[in-house]
Protein backbone atom coordinates (compact mmCIF):
# COMPACT_ATOMS: atom_id res chain seq x y z
CA UNK A 1 0.00 0.00 0.00
CA UNK A 2 1.31 3.01 -0.88
CA UNK A 3 1.98 5.57 2.61
CA UNK A 4 3.47 8.40 0.62
CA UNK A 5 1.88 11.41 -1.62
CA UNK A 6 3.98 12.96 -4.24
CA UNK A 7 2.45 14.77 -7.38
CA UNK A 8 4.58 13.43 -10.45
CA UNK A 9 6.01 9.80 -10.27
CA UNK A 10 8.74 9.22 -13.31
CA UNK A 11 9.28 5.89 -13.52
CA UNK A 12 10.81 3.21 -15.32
CA UNK A 13 14.14 5.33 -17.49
CA UNK A 14 17.44 5.20 -16.61
CA UNK A 15 17.98 7.79 -13.99
CA UNK A 16 21.70 9.90 -15.13
CA UNK A 17 21.87 11.77 -11.74
CA UNK A 18 25.10 13.87 -12.91
CA UNK A 19 25.11 13.38 -8.55
CA UNK A 20 28.94 13.76 -6.54
CA UNK A 21 29.16 9.87 -7.89
CA UNK A 22 27.87 10.42 -11.10
CA UNK A 23 25.45 7.24 -9.98
CA UNK A 24 23.26 6.16 -13.04
CA UNK A 25 20.01 4.09 -12.06
CA UNK A 26 18.80 1.34 -14.88
CA UNK A 27 14.62 1.41 -14.89
CA UNK A 28 14.69 4.09 -12.02
CA UNK A 29 12.32 6.33 -10.68
CA UNK A 30 11.73 9.88 -9.04
CA UNK A 31 9.17 11.29 -7.03
CA UNK A 32 8.75 15.10 -7.22
CA UNK A 33 6.45 17.41 -4.70
CA UNK A 34 5.84 20.78 -5.46
CA UNK A 35 8.96 22.03 -6.61
CA UNK A 36 11.40 19.44 -5.40
CA UNK A 37 12.91 16.01 -5.54
CA UNK A 38 11.64 13.87 -2.46
CA UNK A 39 13.10 10.68 -3.73
CA UNK A 40 15.03 8.52 -6.06
CA UNK A 41 15.08 5.14 -6.38
CA UNK A 42 14.15 2.20 -8.59
CA UNK A 43 10.70 2.21 -10.64
CA UNK A 44 9.68 -0.44 -8.53
CA UNK A 45 10.24 1.00 -5.16
CA UNK A 46 8.98 4.32 -5.80
CA UNK A 47 5.90 2.54 -7.06
CA UNK A 48 5.75 1.03 -3.79
CA UNK A 49 6.42 3.86 -1.53
CA UNK A 50 4.40 6.87 -3.55
CA UNK A 51 1.46 7.92 -5.11
CA UNK A 52 0.55 10.88 -7.58
CA UNK A 53 -1.82 12.17 -9.80
CA UNK A 54 0.54 12.17 -12.56
CA UNK A 55 2.41 8.95 -13.88
CA UNK A 56 4.92 9.56 -16.64
CA UNK A 57 6.46 6.30 -18.19
CA UNK A 58 9.45 6.79 -19.90
CA UNK A 59 10.94 3.37 -20.84
CA UNK A 60 14.10 3.33 -23.13
CA UNK A 61 14.66 7.18 -21.96
CA UNK A 62 17.13 8.83 -20.05
CA UNK A 63 15.89 10.91 -17.06
CA UNK A 64 18.35 13.85 -16.79
CA UNK A 65 18.84 17.01 -15.07
CA UNK A 66 17.65 20.09 -17.23
CA UNK A 67 20.59 21.24 -19.55
CA UNK A 68 21.75 24.87 -18.49
CA UNK A 69 22.13 27.51 -21.19
CA UNK A 70 24.87 29.69 -19.62
CA UNK A 71 24.55 32.35 -22.00
CA UNK A 72 21.69 33.46 -24.34
CA UNK A 73 20.00 36.50 -25.45
CA UNK A 74 16.56 35.32 -25.91
CA UNK A 75 14.85 38.44 -27.33
CA UNK A 76 17.10 38.08 -30.43
CA UNK A 77 15.47 35.12 -31.53
CA UNK A 78 13.51 37.73 -33.70
CA UNK A 79 16.96 38.24 -35.25
CA UNK A 80 17.64 34.74 -36.41
CA UNK A 81 19.67 34.93 -39.53
CA UNK A 82 19.39 38.57 -40.61
CA UNK A 83 22.66 39.20 -40.50
CA UNK A 84 25.09 36.29 -40.78
CA UNK A 85 29.20 35.46 -41.64
CA UNK A 86 30.31 38.61 -39.98
CA UNK A 87 32.63 38.71 -37.77
CA UNK A 88 31.55 40.58 -34.25
CA UNK A 89 32.30 43.99 -34.58
CA UNK A 90 30.90 43.88 -38.27
CA UNK A 91 28.15 41.92 -36.80
CA UNK A 92 27.29 43.85 -33.87
CA UNK A 93 27.92 47.34 -34.89
CA UNK A 94 27.02 47.64 -38.35
CA UNK A 95 24.12 45.74 -38.28
CA UNK A 96 22.51 44.44 -34.86
CA UNK A 97 22.61 47.43 -33.24
CA UNK A 98 21.32 50.01 -35.77
CA UNK A 99 18.58 47.34 -36.33
CA UNK A 100 17.89 47.01 -32.57
CA UNK A 101 17.52 50.67 -32.46
CA UNK A 102 15.06 50.76 -34.27
CA UNK A 103 12.49 48.02 -32.76
CA UNK A 104 13.38 47.86 -28.99
CA UNK A 105 10.38 48.32 -27.23
CA UNK A 106 8.56 45.86 -25.06
CA UNK A 107 6.31 44.11 -27.34
CA UNK A 108 9.95 43.01 -29.59
CA UNK A 109 11.58 41.61 -26.20
CA UNK A 110 8.45 39.95 -24.67
CA UNK A 111 7.65 38.23 -28.12
CA UNK A 112 11.44 36.92 -29.09
CA UNK A 113 11.90 36.19 -25.46
CA UNK A 114 8.88 33.68 -25.26
CA UNK A 115 9.59 32.56 -28.42
CA UNK A 116 13.44 31.82 -27.15
CA UNK A 117 12.13 30.01 -24.06
CA UNK A 118 9.44 27.43 -26.33
CA UNK A 119 12.62 26.82 -28.38
CA UNK A 120 14.73 26.63 -25.33
CA UNK A 121 12.20 24.22 -23.63
CA UNK A 122 11.94 21.57 -26.86
CA UNK A 123 15.90 21.49 -26.58
CA UNK A 124 15.37 20.20 -23.23
CA UNK A 125 16.68 23.44 -21.75
CA UNK A 126 15.14 24.10 -18.29
CA UNK A 127 17.75 27.09 -17.16
CA UNK A 128 18.54 30.06 -18.99
CA UNK A 129 21.25 33.04 -18.29
CA UNK A 130 19.84 35.67 -20.53
CA UNK A 131 21.16 39.57 -21.18
CA UNK A 132 19.52 42.20 -23.08
CA UNK A 133 17.08 45.57 -22.61
CA UNK A 134 14.07 45.82 -21.12
CA UNK A 135 14.87 43.26 -18.30
CA UNK A 136 11.72 43.38 -16.86
CA UNK A 137 9.49 42.54 -19.91
CA UNK A 138 11.88 39.46 -20.58
CA UNK A 139 11.45 38.12 -17.25
CA UNK A 140 8.05 38.20 -16.85
CA UNK A 141 8.13 35.97 -20.26
CA UNK A 142 10.54 33.82 -18.56
CA UNK A 143 7.71 34.46 -15.76
CA UNK A 144 4.75 33.74 -17.88
CA UNK A 145 5.75 30.85 -19.57
CA UNK A 146 7.76 28.63 -16.83
CA UNK A 147 11.54 28.86 -17.28
CA UNK A 148 14.05 29.23 -14.44
CA UNK A 149 16.07 31.91 -15.33
CA UNK A 150 18.98 34.28 -14.35
CA UNK A 151 17.97 37.51 -15.71
CA UNK A 152 21.23 40.48 -16.32
CA UNK A 153 20.32 43.93 -16.22
CA UNK A 154 22.56 45.27 -18.78
CA UNK A 155 24.95 48.22 -17.88
CA UNK A 156 26.85 49.89 -20.56
CA UNK A 157 27.77 53.53 -20.19
CA UNK A 158 24.82 55.30 -18.27
CA UNK A 159 24.88 56.04 -15.26
CA UNK A 160 21.28 56.23 -14.65
CA UNK A 161 21.10 52.88 -15.55
CA UNK A 162 22.52 51.66 -11.84
CA UNK A 163 19.25 53.14 -10.16
CA UNK A 164 16.79 51.12 -12.51
CA UNK A 165 19.32 47.63 -11.96
CA UNK A 166 18.43 48.55 -8.08
CA UNK A 167 14.94 48.13 -8.11
CA UNK A 168 15.08 45.95 -10.85
CA UNK A 169 16.98 43.45 -8.38
CA UNK A 170 14.17 44.20 -5.68
CA UNK A 171 11.44 43.39 -7.81
CA UNK A 172 12.66 40.18 -8.59
CA UNK A 173 14.89 39.02 -6.01
CA UNK A 174 12.22 36.95 -4.13
CA UNK A 175 10.78 35.52 -7.26
CA UNK A 176 10.52 31.43 -7.15
CA UNK A 177 12.52 30.62 -10.40
CA UNK A 178 13.51 34.31 -11.82
CA UNK A 179 16.78 35.59 -10.42
CA UNK A 180 18.45 38.56 -11.03
CA UNK A 181 21.71 39.57 -11.99
CA UNK A 182 23.71 43.23 -12.60
CA UNK A 183 25.50 42.40 -16.60
CA UNK A 184 27.72 44.72 -17.29
CA UNK A 185 28.28 44.38 -20.82
CA UNK A 186 31.89 44.17 -21.16
CA UNK A 187 35.39 45.77 -19.95
CA UNK A 188 35.70 47.15 -23.43
CA UNK A 189 31.92 48.89 -23.40
CA UNK A 190 31.61 49.71 -19.85
CA UNK A 191 33.96 53.00 -18.09
CA UNK A 192 35.92 51.60 -15.05
CA UNK A 193 33.98 54.15 -12.80
CA UNK A 194 30.54 52.43 -13.32
CA UNK A 195 32.22 49.01 -13.71
CA UNK A 196 32.88 49.86 -10.39
CA UNK A 197 29.96 51.42 -9.35
CA UNK A 198 27.89 48.21 -10.47
CA UNK A 199 30.33 46.36 -8.79
CA UNK A 200 29.80 47.56 -5.81
CA UNK A 201 25.99 47.16 -5.96
CA UNK A 202 26.22 43.60 -6.87
CA UNK A 203 28.32 43.43 -3.58
CA UNK A 204 25.86 45.10 -1.80
CA UNK A 205 21.91 43.73 -3.20
CA UNK A 206 24.03 39.97 -3.12
CA UNK A 207 23.12 39.22 -6.58
CA UNK A 208 26.42 37.54 -8.98
CA UNK A 209 27.57 40.18 -12.09
CA UNK A 210 28.27 38.37 -15.79
CA UNK A 211 29.78 40.34 -18.58
CA UNK A 212 31.34 39.34 -21.93
CA UNK A 213 34.66 38.42 -21.93
CA UNK A 214 37.66 38.48 -24.20
CA UNK A 215 35.64 36.98 -26.50
CA UNK A 216 37.52 38.60 -29.36
CA UNK A 217 41.15 39.67 -30.41
CA UNK A 218 40.31 43.15 -30.88
CA UNK A 219 38.44 43.23 -27.75
CA UNK A 220 42.33 42.63 -26.37
CA UNK A 221 43.96 44.99 -28.72
CA UNK A 222 41.21 47.91 -27.46
CA UNK A 223 42.11 47.04 -23.60
CA UNK A 224 45.80 47.25 -23.90
CA UNK A 225 45.60 50.40 -25.84
CA UNK A 226 43.07 51.82 -23.81
CA UNK A 227 44.66 50.75 -20.19
CA UNK A 228 48.12 48.63 -20.90
CA UNK A 229 46.35 45.82 -19.74
CA UNK A 230 44.77 42.43 -20.89
CA UNK A 231 41.44 41.55 -19.40
CA UNK A 232 42.24 39.61 -16.60
CA UNK A 233 44.13 42.20 -15.36
CA UNK A 234 42.04 44.73 -16.00
CA UNK A 235 39.58 42.52 -13.48
CA UNK A 236 41.55 42.59 -10.75
CA UNK A 237 42.72 46.48 -10.78
CA UNK A 238 38.73 46.81 -10.88
CA UNK A 239 38.31 43.84 -7.68
CA UNK A 240 36.01 42.13 -9.69
CA UNK A 241 37.91 38.60 -9.05
CA UNK A 242 36.43 38.92 -5.37
CA UNK A 243 32.55 38.52 -6.15
CA UNK A 244 30.40 35.98 -7.76
CA UNK A 245 30.76 36.52 -11.36
CA UNK A 246 29.89 35.03 -14.28
CA UNK A 247 31.77 35.08 -17.58
CA UNK A 248 30.81 34.50 -21.10
CA UNK A 249 32.97 33.20 -23.92
CA UNK A 250 36.81 33.65 -22.32
CA UNK A 251 38.24 32.64 -25.89
CA UNK A 252 41.56 34.97 -25.85
CA UNK A 253 43.20 33.77 -22.48
CA UNK A 254 46.78 32.48 -22.06
CA UNK A 255 48.20 29.98 -19.31
CA UNK A 256 48.80 32.60 -17.16
CA UNK A 257 45.38 34.23 -17.29
CA UNK A 258 43.79 31.00 -16.56
CA UNK A 259 46.12 30.46 -13.67
CA UNK A 260 44.65 33.94 -12.60
CA UNK A 261 41.43 32.98 -13.08
CA UNK A 262 41.53 29.55 -11.06
CA UNK A 263 42.53 31.39 -7.97
CA UNK A 264 39.33 32.82 -7.52
CA UNK A 265 36.75 30.61 -6.48
CA UNK A 266 33.45 32.75 -7.07
CA UNK A 267 34.23 32.34 -10.80
CA UNK A 268 32.56 30.71 -13.60
CA UNK A 269 32.80 30.63 -17.41
CA UNK A 270 30.32 30.25 -19.89
CA UNK A 271 31.49 28.58 -23.20
CA UNK A 272 29.75 29.17 -26.15
CA UNK A 273 31.37 27.45 -29.29
CA UNK A 274 29.19 27.78 -32.11
CA UNK A 275 28.69 31.47 -32.05
CA UNK A 276 32.20 31.52 -31.34
CA UNK A 277 32.62 29.59 -34.38
CA UNK A 278 30.18 31.85 -36.67
CA UNK A 279 31.51 35.44 -35.71
CA UNK A 280 35.23 33.89 -36.32
CA UNK A 281 35.88 35.17 -32.43
CA UNK A 282 38.32 31.53 -32.11
CA UNK A 283 38.11 28.92 -29.71
CA UNK A 284 38.00 29.09 -25.88
CA UNK A 285 40.72 26.92 -24.48
CA UNK A 286 38.54 24.93 -22.22
CA UNK A 287 40.70 22.08 -22.01
CA UNK A 288 43.23 23.62 -19.90
CA UNK A 289 40.11 25.97 -17.78
CA UNK A 290 39.38 21.92 -17.09
CA UNK A 291 42.52 20.93 -15.70
CA UNK A 292 43.05 23.94 -13.50
CA UNK A 293 38.96 23.14 -12.11
CA UNK A 294 37.48 26.53 -13.36
CA UNK A 295 33.61 26.15 -13.12
CA UNK A 296 32.51 25.88 -16.83
CA UNK A 297 29.27 25.54 -18.71
CA UNK A 298 27.90 26.04 -22.16
CA UNK A 299 25.77 28.39 -23.71
CA UNK A 300 24.10 29.04 -26.65
CA UNK A 301 24.68 32.78 -27.25
CA UNK A 302 21.60 34.51 -29.00
CA UNK A 303 20.07 33.23 -32.19
CA UNK A 304 21.60 36.44 -34.16
CA UNK A 305 25.07 34.95 -33.67
CA UNK A 306 23.90 31.02 -33.07
CA UNK A 307 20.47 30.76 -35.64
CA UNK A 308 19.73 27.78 -33.15
CA UNK A 309 19.24 27.17 -29.08
CA UNK A 310 20.24 23.55 -29.91
CA UNK A 311 22.36 22.31 -26.51
CA UNK A 312 22.83 18.97 -28.51
CA UNK A 313 24.43 20.95 -31.41
CA UNK A 314 25.98 22.91 -28.54
CA UNK A 315 27.80 19.91 -26.70
CA UNK A 316 28.89 17.82 -30.15
CA UNK A 317 30.44 20.85 -31.00
CA UNK A 318 32.22 21.97 -27.84
CA UNK A 319 33.49 18.37 -27.74
CA UNK A 320 34.55 18.23 -31.22
CA UNK A 321 36.41 21.50 -31.50
CA UNK A 322 39.05 20.71 -28.42
CA UNK A 323 39.52 17.60 -30.29
CA UNK A 324 40.30 19.08 -33.33
CA UNK A 325 42.11 21.98 -31.40
CA UNK A 326 44.20 20.30 -29.34
CA UNK A 327 44.88 17.19 -31.54
CA UNK A 328 43.67 15.35 -28.77
CA UNK A 329 40.47 13.07 -29.49
CA UNK A 330 40.06 12.51 -25.82
CA UNK A 331 40.19 16.28 -24.80
CA UNK A 332 36.62 16.76 -24.21
CA UNK A 333 34.85 13.05 -23.82
CA UNK A 334 31.02 12.74 -23.81
CA UNK A 335 30.85 12.66 -20.22
CA UNK A 336 32.73 15.88 -19.36
CA UNK A 337 30.66 17.56 -22.18
CA UNK A 338 27.62 16.54 -20.36
CA UNK A 339 27.97 17.69 -17.14
CA UNK A 340 29.49 21.07 -19.15
CA UNK A 341 25.20 21.17 -19.79
CA UNK A 342 24.37 20.08 -16.32
CA UNK A 343 26.42 20.27 -13.09
CA UNK A 344 29.36 21.83 -14.28
CA UNK A 345 27.10 24.58 -15.51
CA UNK A 346 25.61 24.64 -12.33
CA UNK A 347 28.35 25.16 -10.53
CA UNK A 348 29.52 27.93 -12.98
CA UNK A 349 26.24 30.12 -12.19
CA UNK A 350 26.91 29.42 -8.37
CA UNK A 351 23.51 27.55 -8.47
CA UNK A 352 24.84 23.63 -7.83
CA UNK A 353 23.07 23.76 -4.40
CA UNK A 354 19.73 23.96 -6.54
CA UNK A 355 19.83 22.66 -10.03
CA UNK A 356 22.28 20.52 -12.18
CA UNK A 357 21.95 17.26 -10.82
CA UNK A 358 18.89 14.78 -9.65
CA UNK A 359 19.17 14.45 -6.31
CA UNK A 360 16.79 14.37 -3.14
CA UNK A 361 15.93 18.51 -2.34
CA UNK A 362 17.06 19.82 -5.62
CA UNK A 363 14.77 21.52 -7.49
CA UNK A 364 12.64 19.18 -9.93
CA UNK A 365 13.78 20.58 -13.26
CA UNK A 366 13.92 17.12 -15.35
CA UNK A 367 13.83 16.00 -18.47
CA UNK A 368 13.56 12.85 -20.77
CA UNK A 369 15.27 11.78 -23.73
CA UNK A 370 13.89 8.95 -25.82
CA UNK A 371 16.97 6.76 -26.48
CA UNK A 372 15.53 3.86 -28.59
CA UNK A 373 15.54 6.35 -32.49
CA UNK A 374 16.70 4.75 -35.63
CA UNK A 375 19.45 7.31 -35.35
CA UNK A 376 20.45 6.41 -31.72
CA UNK A 377 20.92 2.25 -31.92
CA UNK A 378 22.56 0.73 -30.83
CA UNK A 379 24.32 2.69 -28.03
CA UNK A 380 26.61 1.74 -25.99
CA UNK A 381 27.48 4.31 -23.98
CA UNK A 382 24.29 7.04 -22.61
CA UNK A 383 26.47 10.07 -22.50
CA UNK A 384 28.13 9.16 -26.12
CA UNK A 385 24.57 8.92 -27.31
CA UNK A 386 23.02 11.78 -25.99
CA UNK A 387 25.96 13.81 -27.08
CA UNK A 388 27.09 12.51 -30.38
CA UNK A 389 24.11 11.37 -31.93
CA UNK A 390 20.24 12.93 -30.14
CA UNK A 391 18.70 15.54 -31.08
CA UNK A 392 16.30 18.37 -29.74
CA UNK A 393 13.50 16.09 -31.43
CA UNK A 394 14.32 13.14 -28.91
CA UNK A 395 13.50 15.36 -26.06
CA UNK A 396 10.00 13.86 -24.51
CA UNK A 397 9.82 15.17 -21.48
CA UNK A 398 10.48 18.67 -19.66
CA UNK A 399 9.55 19.51 -16.08
CA UNK A 400 11.10 22.98 -14.75
CA UNK A 401 10.21 23.70 -11.09
CA UNK A 402 8.16 20.43 -10.80
CA UNK A 403 5.40 21.80 -13.45
CA UNK A 404 5.55 19.75 -16.79
CA UNK A 405 6.29 21.78 -20.12
CA UNK A 406 6.61 19.04 -22.26
CA UNK A 407 4.78 15.59 -22.59
CA UNK A 408 5.60 13.10 -25.26
CA UNK A 409 7.08 16.11 -26.98
CA UNK A 410 4.62 18.24 -27.12
CA UNK A 411 4.38 22.07 -25.49
CA UNK A 412 2.30 21.81 -22.69
CA UNK A 413 0.52 25.23 -23.41
CA UNK A 414 -2.40 26.38 -25.52
CA UNK A 415 -1.57 25.93 -29.27
CA UNK A 416 -3.62 29.69 -29.82
CA UNK A 417 -1.30 30.50 -27.43
CA UNK A 418 1.65 29.30 -29.90
CA UNK A 419 0.15 30.39 -33.27
CA UNK A 420 -0.30 33.88 -31.95
CA UNK A 421 3.51 34.34 -30.78
CA UNK A 422 4.27 32.63 -34.27
CA UNK A 423 1.85 35.31 -36.51
CA UNK A 424 3.71 37.92 -34.21
CA UNK A 425 7.05 36.81 -35.32
CA UNK A 426 5.98 36.93 -38.75
CA UNK A 427 4.57 40.41 -38.86
CA UNK A 428 8.51 41.20 -37.37
CA UNK A 429 9.88 39.43 -40.41
CA UNK A 430 8.24 41.46 -42.89
CA UNK A 431 9.35 44.74 -40.41
CA UNK A 432 12.95 43.93 -40.15
CA UNK A 433 13.29 43.06 -43.74
CA UNK A 434 12.74 46.49 -44.18
CA UNK A 435 14.57 47.92 -41.54
CA UNK A 436 17.31 46.27 -42.75
CA UNK A 437 17.75 47.64 -46.58
CA UNK A 438 17.48 51.02 -45.28
Same mark, same amino acid.
Given at each position: ?????? @??????????????????????????????????? $????? +??????????????????????????? %?????????????? /????????????? +????????????????????????? $????????????? %??????????????????????? *????? +?????? !????????????? &?????????????????? &?? =?????? =???? $?? &????? /????????????????????????????????????? /????? @????????????? !?????????????????????????? %??????????????? &???????? =????????????????????? %?????????????????????????? *??????????????????????????????? !????????? @??????????????????????? +??
Amino acid at each position: MNNKTA @DILLLHGTIVTMDPQRRVIPDGGIAIHGNSIIAID $TADAI +KKNYSASEIINVPHHAILPGFINGHVH %AAMNLLRGIADNLP /LEQWLNNKILPLE +KKLLNDDFVYTGTALATLEMIQSGI $TTAVDMYLLEDVA %AQAFCDYGMRALVGYTIVDQADR *LIAAE +KFVARW !KEHPYIRPVLAPH &SLYAVPEQILCATRDMAK &SL =HVPLMM =HFAE $TA &SELET /LQMRYGLTPCQLLIQNELLSQHLILAHAVHLSEDDIK /LLASC @DKLGIIHCPTSNM !KLASGVAPVTTMLQHNIPLGIGTDGT %ASNNALNMFSEMKIA &SLLQSETT =HNAQALPAQTTLELATIRGAQ %ALHAEKYIGSIEVGKFADIITIALDT *LHQIPAYDIASTLVYASYPADVQTVIINGIT !KLREGKLCF @DEHRIDQLKNTAASYRTTILKLS +KT
